[in-house]
Protein backbone atom coordinates (compact mmCIF):
# COMPACT_ATOMS: atom_id res chain seq x y z
CA UNK A 1 0.00 0.00 0.00
CA UNK A 2 0.80 3.64 -0.34
CA UNK A 3 3.44 4.88 2.47
CA UNK A 4 3.47 8.46 4.25
CA UNK A 5 6.31 9.94 5.75
CA UNK A 6 6.10 12.91 7.95
CA UNK A 7 8.62 14.89 9.06
CA UNK A 8 9.84 15.81 11.47
CA UNK A 9 8.30 13.97 14.08
CA UNK A 10 8.68 16.22 16.87
CA UNK A 11 9.52 20.16 16.67
CA UNK A 12 9.34 22.68 19.09
CA UNK A 13 9.13 26.17 18.47
CA UNK A 14 9.23 29.62 20.75
CA UNK A 15 6.11 31.51 19.87
CA UNK A 16 6.70 33.65 16.95
CA UNK A 17 8.45 30.97 15.21
CA UNK A 18 8.16 29.90 11.44
CA UNK A 19 8.20 25.80 10.47
CA UNK A 20 7.56 23.66 7.94
CA UNK A 21 6.19 20.16 8.16
CA UNK A 22 7.28 18.07 4.92
CA UNK A 23 4.97 14.58 3.99
CA UNK A 24 6.27 12.62 1.32
CA UNK A 25 4.09 9.74 -0.34
CA UNK A 26 5.18 7.40 -2.07
CA UNK A 27 2.14 7.37 -4.96
CA UNK A 28 0.09 9.18 -7.01
CA UNK A 29 -2.85 10.36 -5.41
CA UNK A 30 -6.23 12.26 -5.64
CA UNK A 31 -6.79 13.34 -2.27
CA UNK A 32 -4.76 14.70 0.19
CA UNK A 33 -5.38 16.40 3.29
CA UNK A 34 -3.57 18.40 5.96
CA UNK A 35 -5.38 18.21 9.78
CA UNK A 36 -4.57 19.36 13.18
CA UNK A 37 -4.95 17.53 15.84
CA UNK A 38 -6.14 19.37 19.30
CA UNK A 39 -4.75 18.04 22.99
CA UNK A 40 -8.40 17.19 23.16
CA UNK A 41 -7.87 14.72 20.47
CA UNK A 42 -10.37 17.03 18.12
CA UNK A 43 -9.05 16.62 14.01
CA UNK A 44 -9.54 20.19 12.19
CA UNK A 45 -9.23 20.29 9.01
CA UNK A 46 -6.71 22.60 7.98
CA UNK A 47 -6.38 22.36 4.12
CA UNK A 48 -7.42 19.69 1.04
CA UNK A 49 -4.79 20.08 -1.29
CA UNK A 50 -4.40 17.27 -3.62
CA UNK A 51 -2.13 19.85 -5.62
CA UNK A 52 -1.02 22.87 -5.77
CA UNK A 53 -0.82 25.93 -3.24
CA UNK A 54 -3.37 27.44 -0.89
CA UNK A 55 -3.25 29.94 2.39
CA UNK A 56 -5.29 30.57 5.11
CA UNK A 57 -4.27 33.04 7.82
CA UNK A 58 -0.79 32.28 9.06
CA UNK A 59 -0.78 29.03 7.24
CA UNK A 60 -0.16 27.94 3.83
CA UNK A 61 0.43 24.43 1.93
CA UNK A 62 2.00 23.09 -1.14
CA UNK A 63 1.51 20.12 -2.94
CA UNK A 64 3.75 19.17 -5.79
CA UNK A 65 1.70 15.56 -7.00
CA UNK A 66 4.61 14.99 -9.32
CA UNK A 67 7.13 14.65 -6.89
CA UNK A 68 4.95 13.32 -4.39
CA UNK A 69 5.23 15.46 -1.12
CA UNK A 70 3.32 18.37 0.66
CA UNK A 71 4.70 21.26 2.38
CA UNK A 72 2.88 22.89 5.56
CA UNK A 73 3.80 25.92 6.68
CA UNK A 74 3.37 27.55 9.81
CA UNK A 75 4.19 31.08 10.56
CA UNK A 76 4.52 33.56 13.78
CA UNK A 77 3.39 30.03 15.78
CA UNK A 78 0.70 30.58 18.76
CA UNK A 79 1.13 28.45 21.49
CA UNK A 80 -2.59 27.37 20.39
CA UNK A 81 -0.96 25.63 17.38
CA UNK A 82 0.75 23.33 19.50
CA UNK A 83 -0.97 19.43 18.83
CA UNK A 84 -0.22 16.53 16.30
CA UNK A 85 0.23 17.64 12.32
CA UNK A 86 -1.49 14.78 10.36
CA UNK A 87 -0.98 14.44 6.94
CA UNK A 88 -3.43 11.86 4.86
CA UNK A 89 -3.47 10.64 1.47
CA UNK A 90 -6.10 8.90 -0.53
CA UNK A 91 -4.14 6.96 -3.38
CA UNK A 92 -5.21 7.10 -6.93
CA UNK A 93 -6.74 4.28 -7.91
CA UNK A 94 -7.03 3.18 -4.37
CA UNK A 95 -9.86 2.53 -2.18
CA UNK A 96 -11.96 5.07 -2.27
CA UNK A 97 -12.44 7.64 0.91
CA UNK A 98 -9.64 5.34 2.70
CA UNK A 99 -7.73 8.03 3.65
CA UNK A 100 -4.05 6.99 5.06
CA UNK A 101 -2.44 8.79 7.27
CA UNK A 102 1.24 9.44 8.47
CA UNK A 103 2.32 9.40 12.12
CA UNK A 104 2.24 13.21 12.55
CA UNK A 105 4.29 16.17 13.75
CA UNK A 106 3.87 16.96 17.21
CA UNK A 107 4.30 20.57 17.74
CA UNK A 108 5.12 22.78 20.66
CA UNK A 109 4.84 26.47 20.67
CA UNK A 110 6.52 27.65 24.11
CA UNK A 111 5.37 31.21 25.13
CA UNK B 1 -23.76 24.17 10.32
CA UNK B 2 -22.94 21.26 12.77
CA UNK B 3 -19.94 19.20 12.51
CA UNK B 4 -20.38 15.68 13.18
CA UNK B 5 -21.45 14.46 16.50
CA UNK B 6 -20.78 11.63 18.08
CA UNK B 7 -21.27 10.05 22.01
CA UNK B 8 -20.20 9.32 23.78
CA UNK B 9 -16.94 11.27 24.27
CA UNK B 10 -15.55 8.61 26.83
CA UNK B 11 -16.39 4.84 27.64
CA UNK B 12 -14.60 2.73 30.33
CA UNK B 13 -15.47 -1.01 29.95
CA UNK B 14 -14.73 -4.37 31.18
CA UNK B 15 -13.08 -6.74 29.11
CA UNK B 16 -15.69 -9.09 27.40
CA UNK B 17 -18.38 -6.31 28.03
CA UNK B 18 -20.21 -5.26 24.60
CA UNK B 19 -19.90 -1.29 23.65
CA UNK B 20 -21.64 0.91 20.86
CA UNK B 21 -20.96 3.93 19.70
CA UNK B 22 -23.03 6.61 17.85
CA UNK B 23 -22.25 8.94 14.85
CA UNK B 24 -24.75 11.89 13.18
CA UNK B 25 -22.71 12.90 10.35
CA UNK B 26 -22.94 16.25 8.99
CA UNK B 27 -26.12 17.27 6.78
CA UNK B 28 -26.33 16.35 3.83
CA UNK B 29 -22.95 14.00 3.59
CA UNK B 30 -24.03 10.90 2.12
CA UNK B 31 -20.70 9.10 2.90
CA UNK B 32 -19.58 8.42 6.76
CA UNK B 33 -16.55 6.57 7.68
CA UNK B 34 -15.49 4.67 11.10
CA UNK B 35 -11.63 5.16 11.78
CA UNK B 36 -9.76 3.78 14.81
CA UNK B 37 -6.91 5.62 16.00
CA UNK B 38 -4.69 4.01 18.57
CA UNK B 39 -2.08 6.01 21.09
CA UNK B 40 0.44 7.49 18.98
CA UNK B 41 -0.73 6.72 15.34
CA UNK B 42 -2.65 8.13 12.79
CA UNK B 43 -6.40 7.06 12.18
CA UNK B 44 -6.98 3.67 10.49
CA UNK B 45 -10.38 3.15 8.27
CA UNK B 46 -12.60 0.53 9.64
CA UNK B 47 -15.19 0.84 7.63
CA UNK B 48 -17.15 3.57 5.11
CA UNK B 49 -20.72 3.82 4.12
CA UNK B 50 -22.02 5.53 0.97
CA UNK B 51 -25.83 6.01 2.07
CA UNK B 52 -26.98 3.30 3.78
CA UNK B 53 -24.48 0.07 1.88
CA UNK B 54 -21.45 -0.53 3.11
CA UNK B 55 -18.82 -0.37 0.55
CA UNK B 56 -15.67 -1.11 1.76
CA UNK B 57 -15.54 -3.41 5.24
CA UNK B 58 -12.47 -4.49 4.55
CA UNK B 59 -10.48 -3.19 7.78
CA UNK B 60 -13.35 -4.32 10.13
CA UNK B 61 -12.07 -7.08 12.10
CA UNK B 62 -15.73 -8.74 11.46
CA UNK B 63 -15.72 -11.43 14.69
CA UNK B 64 -16.58 -8.83 16.86
CA UNK B 65 -17.30 -5.45 15.23
CA UNK B 66 -20.26 -4.83 13.18
CA UNK B 67 -21.49 -1.67 12.25
CA UNK B 68 -25.21 -0.19 10.56
CA UNK B 69 -26.48 2.42 9.33
CA UNK B 70 -29.87 1.67 8.50
CA UNK B 71 -31.11 5.24 7.36
CA UNK B 72 -28.23 6.61 5.35
CA UNK B 73 -28.05 9.05 7.95
CA UNK B 74 -26.44 8.27 11.48
CA UNK B 75 -24.72 5.09 12.25
CA UNK B 76 -23.59 3.03 15.04
CA UNK B 77 -20.14 0.94 15.43
CA UNK B 78 -20.26 -2.00 18.14
CA UNK B 79 -18.25 -4.28 20.13
CA UNK B 80 -18.96 -7.32 20.92
CA UNK B 81 -17.28 -8.72 23.27
CA UNK B 82 -14.36 -6.09 23.72
CA UNK B 83 -10.87 -7.07 24.18
CA UNK B 84 -8.12 -5.39 26.14
CA UNK B 85 -6.24 -4.23 22.60
CA UNK B 86 -9.64 -2.58 21.66
CA UNK B 87 -8.85 0.79 23.56
CA UNK B 88 -8.51 3.36 21.23
CA UNK B 89 -10.08 6.33 20.01
CA UNK B 90 -13.00 5.25 17.49
CA UNK B 91 -13.54 8.60 14.94
CA UNK B 92 -16.29 9.24 12.22
CA UNK B 93 -16.03 10.95 9.38
CA UNK B 94 -18.27 12.17 6.70
CA UNK B 95 -17.98 13.72 3.37
CA UNK B 96 -20.07 14.72 1.00
CA UNK B 97 -20.63 13.24 -2.50
CA UNK B 98 -19.50 15.45 -4.81
CA UNK B 99 -16.31 16.34 -2.67
CA UNK B 100 -13.36 14.04 -1.67
CA UNK B 101 -12.88 16.03 1.49
CA UNK B 102 -13.44 14.55 4.93
CA UNK B 103 -14.73 15.87 8.15
CA UNK B 104 -14.02 14.08 11.73
CA UNK B 105 -16.38 13.87 14.55
CA UNK B 106 -14.38 14.43 18.21
CA UNK B 107 -14.17 10.96 18.67
CA UNK B 108 -15.01 8.45 21.19
CA UNK B 109 -12.26 7.36 23.89
CA UNK B 110 -12.36 3.73 24.65
CA UNK B 111 -10.74 2.32 27.70
CA UNK B 112 -11.31 -1.33 28.14
CA UNK B 113 -9.93 -2.77 31.39
Known amino acids: GIQVEQSPPDLILQEGANSTLRCNFS?????LQWFHQNPWGQLINLFYIPSGTKQNGRLSATTVATERYSLLYISSSQTTDSGVYFC?????????????FGKGTKLSVKP | EAGVVQSPRYKIIEKKQPVAFWCNPISGHNTLYWYRQNLGQGPELLIRYENEEAVDDSQLPKDRFSAERLKGVDSTLKIQPAELGDSAVYLC???????????FGPGTRLTVL
Open chain 2, 93 to 103: ASSSYDKEEQF
Open chain 1, 27 to 31: DSVNN
Open chain 1, 88 to 100: AVERYGGSQGNLI
